[in-house]
């Protein structure tokens, strides 16, 4: 079935370094799509959302693309911090008529910064 | 601003035992769900609720699993019996409203980890 996916694992990185997390989609009819963050023992926390008719939004320190040609979500994070260790997860959710507005997650990616 | 509450953190049982979570979400939230995440995966829903109505429950194994918002406040969720499959964390979320309208972020709770031995 279609699913969110995400290319890489685990991501390491050096403290201050930019980090890119990737995420791949294949449900074209998806409309909104999310970017959680979750520590160890904690349920996920909101990042950044962006909606389809967008292709970029910023946040504070994060910035999410959308690429909808190829059906790609990146999240990047700059300086990154050792409080931003943890595995973050994309997530989609179908059109706005769809019934439930059902969020589905992708695996994850383990972000890791080296001190 | 209260976080969601979920009670007890850790739940260990046997197979073909009963066992319930419990859920508060924040005040005033309307939309509550439930979602098992397994070991390395990412969550998934299981039931989503809108005030004490159920919105969807197409991915809830009913044959052994139960939720209720009887109030349109807290919820259970229940597993009756329990198979070795079913050990996961099981996170309860709220919304003001339905997802995927900006504004209507999915807070979670810590999760009640289940052991099914």
């Known amino acids: 079935g279609e699913s969110v996916g995400l290319h890489l694992p685990t991501l390491s990185v050096q403290e201050g370094d930019n980090s890119i997390i990737n995420c791949a989609y294949s449900n074209s009819a998806s409309d909104y799509f999310i970017w959680y963050k979750q520590e160890s023992g904690k349920g996920p926390q909101f990042i950044i959302d962006i909606r389809s008719n967008m292709d970029k939004r910023q946040g504070q320190r994060v910035t999410v693309l959308l690429n909808k040609t190829v059906k790609h979500l990146s999240l990047q994070i700059a300086a990154t911090q050792p409080g931003d260790s943890a595995v973050y997860f994309c997530?989609?959710?179908?059109?706005?008529?769809?019934?439930?507005?059902?969020?589905?997650f992708g695996g994850g990616t383990r972000l890791m910064v080296k001190p | 601003e209260a976080g969601v509450a979920q009670s007890p953190r850790y739940k260990i049982i046997e197979k073909r035992q009963s066992v319930a979570f419990w859920c508060n979400p924040i005040?005033?939230?309307?939309?509550l769900y439930w979602y098992q995440q397994i070991l390395g995966q990412g969550p998934k829903l299981l039931i989503q609720f809108q005030n004490n109505g159920v919105v969807d429950d197409s991915q809830l194994p009913k044959d052994r699993f139960s939720a209720e918002r009887l109030k349109g406040v807290d919820s259970t969720l229940k597993i009756q019996p329990a198979k070795l499959e079913d050990s996961a964390v099981y996170l309860c979320a709220s919304s003001r409203g339905l997802a995927g309208v900006q504004g209507n972020e999915q807070f979670f709770g810590p999760g009640t980890r289940l052991t099914v031995l």
């Open positions: 005040s005033g939230h309307a939309t």
């Open positions: 997530a989609e959710i179908p059109a706005p008529d769809n019934a439930g507005n059902m969020l589905t």
